[in-house]
């Protein structure tokens, strides 16, 4: 199969200079309604390409169809879903992407005026992609590459098999959300409208990942109550709520954090904090693989309140934890013909494929709970949701290609 790396590129482009932050200060689904840009867009693409039962609901949901090319019997309807929102961690106003071509291998220089550098010596694995066509930030926005690129390679593959009918396939169903990259891109997929049996979504980074397990993930919020007095008086009335702060966070396993862990090592990762003596509130993230240690992580922190309680005095500190997502692996284990027909497409394509856990979460994840059987697939792109952010063209012809070998041979399954 020969893809239009031109016609690709073009569509790219488009959609990353479209800002579609998402907010997750905000109520509405969408969480912005400048997502509601691209979501408009790519339903007119959706048209012009040829796909049909396209419907985009109130709250920003794509879902659209390529009709099957054959009338044989029990093939699968299948789906390929990505989200169209980006980061709201780092700027995503006004994304000027930069185009390398022939990479030599070297320091690409993103901004001259501040000097910002993507270098081989911090990030090895551009030395994978000399020669190639990279595509990168200015230095100033994140790229968006998560999730356009899984945008992109899907619509352009949707448009190969239209125009491609002698590959033979069955249904296939499309969907793209708003709103991943809050936690919240699942919670209005309507799974028995999209109709499939399983789904891949798009969401990857390098070339040949598939991953079929991820974090289990809650979110904490612990309040620390104290007591202002004038500090020339304080003595014995004073509780200053920002040092008993200090006792909490020190309590936790220092080694258990986001930047000493790897592979399957969960942690807890304290990501937002604001105090004065009065008042302190921490917000953590909890993540583990094993459902097990998940429950053992919250009930340290529990724990450690209870404590701390017993030495300040009850209700100084408060805790709300909620879960938000599970490991799919549960889900994805009584389906693994769906991970061997993705093995198989990448081995045809001469793809290694690489099969590891998710260091974070995914669409997938909620949708696989919620009937649909949903692993993740490569997108090509690497340093999400920073001005790092970068994915090779090439990489994404070979998601794309993915896609188009997992259509065919659900076929023939």
């Not at 093995?343 to 009937?371: C, H, W």
Request: aromatic share 8%; charged share 25%; proline share 4%.
């Amino acid at each position: 199969m020969t893809i239009d790396k031109t016609l690709l590129l073009e569509r790219f482009i488009t959609y990353v200079k479209i800002d579609s932050q998402s907010n997750p200060n905000s109520d509405s689904t969408p969480s912005t309604h400048k997502q509601w840009d691209i979501a408009n867009l790519l339903v007119q693409h959706l048209k012009d390409i040829g796909a049909t039962n396209i419907s985009l609901d109130n709250k920003g949901y794509i879902m659209a169809t390529i009709p099957a090319t054959t009338s044989k019997e029990g093939i699968p309807t299948i789906g390929f879903i990505s989200h169209y929102d980006t980061s709201p961690d780092f700027s995503g106003e006004n994304i000027n992407p930069q185009l390398i071509e022939n990479y030599d291998g070297k320091d690409i220089l993103l901004n001259t005026t501040q000097n910002i550098v993507l270098s081989p010596s911090n990030f090895p694995e551009l030395k994978k992609y000399k020669h190639q066509t990279i595509i990168t930030t200015d230095g100033t926005t994140l790229l968006g590459a998560d999730d356009k690129a899984g945008v992109t390679e899907i619509i352009c593959a949707a448009e190969y098999l239209i125009q491609h009918p002698e590959i033979e396939h069955g249904d296939i169903r499309i969907g793209f959300t708003p709103d991943e990259e809050i936690g919240r891109g699942a919670h209005h997929f309507d799974v028995k409208s999209f109709g499939a049996e399983y789904a891949y979504t798009m969401d990857g980074s390098g070339v040949g990942e598939l991953e079929y397990e991820n974090f289990n993930a809650a979110g904490a919020i612990v309040t620390i109550n104290g007591k202002i007095v004038h500090p020339g008086y304080a003595k014995d009335k004073m509780i200053n709520s920002m040092l008993i702060a200090q006792d909490f966070i020190s309590s936790l396993p220092r080694l258990e954090t986001p930047e000493h862990t790897s592979d399957r090592e969960g942690f807890f990762h304290l990501h937002d904090m604001s105090g004065t003596v009065e008042k302190t509130t921490l917000e953590y993230i909890i993540r583990d693989h094993d459902l097990g240690h998940f429950e053992a992580r919250k009930q340290v922190m529990q724990s450690l309140v209870t404590e701390l309680n017993k030495q300040y005095g009850e209700n100084t500190l408060t805790i709300g934890i909620k879960d938000q997502y599970y490991n799919m692996r549960e889900k994805i284990e009584p389906n693994m013909h769906i991970i061997e027909i993705a093995k198989k497409a990448m081995k045809e394509l001469n793809i290694k494929s690489i099969i590891k856990p998710i260091r974070g979460g995914t669409d997938g994840s909620q949708l696989s709970f919620m009937g649909l059987p949903c692993p993740n697939i490569f997108t090509g792109g690497h340093n999400f949701h920073g001005k790092y952010e970068f994915v090779p063209l090439e990489s994404m012809v070979k998601a794309t290609e993915v896609i188009i070998k997992i259509a065919e041979l659900t076929a023939k399954c």
